[in-house]
């Protein structure tokens, strides 16, 4: 299968997870659904795809995950309360969510892996090329990563992951690139990928991170893809795949990403992502940084 050359306007957002990191808060609560500061995390990475241009966004979901329709969707009850009482800014905040980007829904089923995922979204993407979003990592809105990789799929074609310097010793919590020099600073080529390997055995110390845009060829090779570490469908095995065999919808370019990005996949990372945020908020910042720095001085 030869690599396509539409035009990106799909994006895909796997969110059936558990949350089980989050427990018990994540017991009836999606965890897409917790808080950054006043807003879901979810809602970040939807504004993402849709400065991208990309407003055709799929979720991937599972069991309890309605929350997640009921926030992209209209509240008209709400709307009317807030409107009667001419409280039009937080009506138009409200608002917004659901003013985003067209959002359909599809069932994972088994969650059988980030590929698995992937690949249930095979029907609403079709043939041509789309991003994958994932929720665990918010990119800051000034650092326009996801542009970017799609400027670099359009000039080199097939599928671009996003690349970032880490500790080596924490490679092992990533997916890691073994990766070549290009004319251009920032992108590189990828000639291998290594679902978290041990920091003796890692090509590189350049992790992925949750962003990708791929050719829709990563969808028949997911399909031959064989359950792989912890007994799933691994994406970073389909597109090593790609990277060692371009002609079957490849190749597999990197964007090495310097910019802001709050993770949110763990308990300690979320804290940190919500106090960045906040520290930078215009409406929050100055005041919760003095308190902040009294609180630190008083702990100290």
């Not at 009850?77 to 001419?86: D, I």
């Not at 996801?146 to 080596?168: K, N, Q, T």
């Not at 092992?172 to 070549?180: K, T």
Request: glycine share 10%; net charge negative; hydrophobic share 40%.
């Amino acid at each position: 299968m030869t690599a396509s050359h539409g035009r990106i306007s799909k994006a895909v957002i796997p969110a059936a997870g558990l949350g089980t990191r989050f427990l018990p808060a994540t017991k009836a609560t999606p965890k897409e659904m917790l808080p950054v500061v006043d807003k879901p995390a979810i809602q970040y990475v939807v504004e993402e795809a849709a400065a991208a241009g990309l407003t055709d966004v799929l979720m991937v979901t599972g069991r309890n995950k309605r929350p997640l329709e009921d926030h992209f969707d209209r509240n008209y009850e709400l709307e009317e309360a807030l409107n009667r009482k001419g409280d039009g800014s937080r009506l138009a905040r409200v608002q917004e969510s659901s003013d985003l980007a067209t959002i359909h829904y599809v069932r994972q089923g088994d969650p059988r892996g980030l590929g698995h995922a992937v690949l249930c979204a095979a029907p609403h993407v079709g043939d041509q090329p789309f991003a994958v979003l994932l929720g665990d990592d918010l990119i800051d809105p000034r650092d326009p990563l996801l542009r970017r990789m799609i400027e670099v799929r359009e000039e080199y074609g097939g599928s671009v992951v996003a690349l970032m310097e880490v500790d080596p010793a924490s490679i092992g919590l990533y997916g890691c690139a073994a990766a070549a020099p290009t004319g251009d600073d920032d992108v590189v080529t990828v000639s291998d990928l290594v679902e978290k390997p041990e920091p003796a055995e890692a090509p590189s110390n350049l992790a992925i991170i949750g962003r990708y845009v791929l050719d829709p060829a990563v969808f028949e090779v997911l399909r031959k893809t064989a359950p792989g570490r912890g007994g799933e469908i691994q994406l970073t095995d389909a597109l090593q795949e790609l990277a060692a065999h371009p002609e079957l919808g490849g190749p597999v370019h990197g964007v090495v990403f310097k910019g802001r990005r709050y993770d949110t996949g763990d308990r300690g990372d979320y804290l940190r992502a919500i106090v960045r945020l906040a520290c930078e908020r215009e409406d929050l910042g100055p005041d919760f940084r003095a308190w902040l720095r009294s609180y630190v001085t008083e702990e100290m």
